[in-house]
């Protein structure tokens, strides 16, 4: 009842083998939810810092050095505790099976999620409630880094439930959980068939709708940024994956960079047109014909965005994008029609928040 996560039939607990069983830190929250539940004092400097930072804080990065304590010998002799994992389901009535358990002491527990955090982190787009001065309940967009809950991935994957008893969405809730905390603490390695499953669904964006069946590009933002996050630690990528690699020479990568800056082009004409958030653009409403056949598509969106350059007179700067892009291609690798592997939401991601970045710098 203290230390469980349940779900229907199905419970994690985790406890420390002490006189407090209270783990410092749980295993299946985001790294944003988790950092602010540490004990940390604020002093003023953090706080100025955290002000400075708020848009693009790196939760991740928080979450390392406090956990590891880098070095702390009063903080690691604090920590000596042995914290234990079990995974139970209930198989039939009266019954219940113990599926998952694991015995760690606390700084083995410790770095097992840190490692976690720092291999699945990428740039992250939350709606957050705050209350203001006078109680009013607002909403407000986080921008950080950091990995995503079990739940986020179950999102990605499935989406939101059908219903109140969406007994597909409670099952598939179950098993995401489950395989987690194998990856986390069982050595597992992370399933291609969940990076898949979310790549597709990313690549479907008029599937994200929301209380009006309208496109919701909140919804859909956040189904990529998971996305990313899973590729991230399937294919073991390094820090610099989650920024622009611009002299990145492979397809995948490439063609979602076209996706992307012809996706900002017909964005930017449909802003000096004054038609913002009207409609879906062109490259948002071929993308999942664009992950099947990507040379093939190409072609087709390259033609419809024709009118939007000559309303941008030329739009010049896109222009040059779209040359630097080709240029990079290896010999072949254009005309190569294949489906794309997960790989290309990187690219298309990484280029989008790359115009943004441009954006908030002139702004500022």
């Known amino acids: 009842n203290n230390y469980g996560l349940n779900l229907d039939t199905q419970s994690i ?6 006189k407090k069983p209270e783990p410092l830190i749980t295993p299946y929250e985001d790294s944003m939810t988790l950092f602010n539940k540490l004990p940390i004092k604020a002093t003023e400097e953090d706080l100025i810092e955290k002000a400075e930072t708020e848009i693009y804080a790196d939760y991740s990065k928080k979450l390392k050095k406090f956990l ?20 139970f389901d209930i198989a039939t009535t009266g019954r219940m099976g113990l599926t998952f358990y694991q015995e760690f002491p606390e700084d083995t527990y410790l770095e097992n999620i840190v490692n976690w955090h720092s291999e699945s ?20 967009l986080i921008n950080y ?17 059908r ?11 179950k098993k995401i959980r489950k395989q987690m905390l194998e990856c ?8 291609k068939n969940i990076v898949e499953a979310a790549a597709i669904r990313a690549s479907q964006p008029l599937s994200f709708t929301d209380k009006n069946n309208s496109f919701d590009p909140n919804d859909w933002q956040k189904a990529i940024c998971i996305s990313c996050s899973l590729i991230r630690k399937y294919y073991k990528l390094e820090e610099s994956s989650m920024e622009l690699e611009e002299k990145r020479t492979d397809r995948d990568y490439l063609y979602g960079r076209l996706l992307a800056i012809a996706d900002r082009l017909e964005q930017e004409a449909m802003f000096k047109a004054e038609k913002s958030g009207q409609r879906a653009t062109n490259s948002v409403r071929l993308m999942s014909a664009f992950a099947v056949k990507p040379y093939q598509t190409w072609g087709m969106l390259y033609h419809q965005i024709l009118p939007y350059r000559i309303q941008l007179n030329g739009a010049h700067f896109f222009q040059q994008k779209i040359n630097e892009v080709m240029a990079l291609f290896k010999e072949g690798d254009y005309e190569d029609n294949r489906p794309l592997s997960p790989l290309y939401l990187l690219g298309y991601s990484a280029q989008s928040r790359a115009f943004f970045k441009k954006q908030d710098k002139e702004d500022n």
Not at 13 to 18: E, G, K, L, P
């Open 68 to 87: 590891l304590g880098y070095g702390n010998e009063k903080y690691i002799k604090k920590h000596a505790r042995k914290i234990c994992i079990a995974f």
């Open 13 to 18: 607990i985790v406890w420390a083998i002490d």
């Open 145 to 161: 880094i950091g990995a995503p809950t079990f739940d986020d991935i179950l999102f990605a994957i499935y989406g939101k439930p």
């Open 163 to 173: 219903a109140n008893n969406d007994k597909t969405y409670q099952m598939l809730k």
């Open 184 to 191: 986390m603490f069982g050595n597992f390695p992370f399933p």
């Open 121 to 140: 982190s990428y740039h992250r787009l939350v709606l957050i409630k705050e209350k203001d001065s006078n109680g009013q309940e607002k909403s407000k």
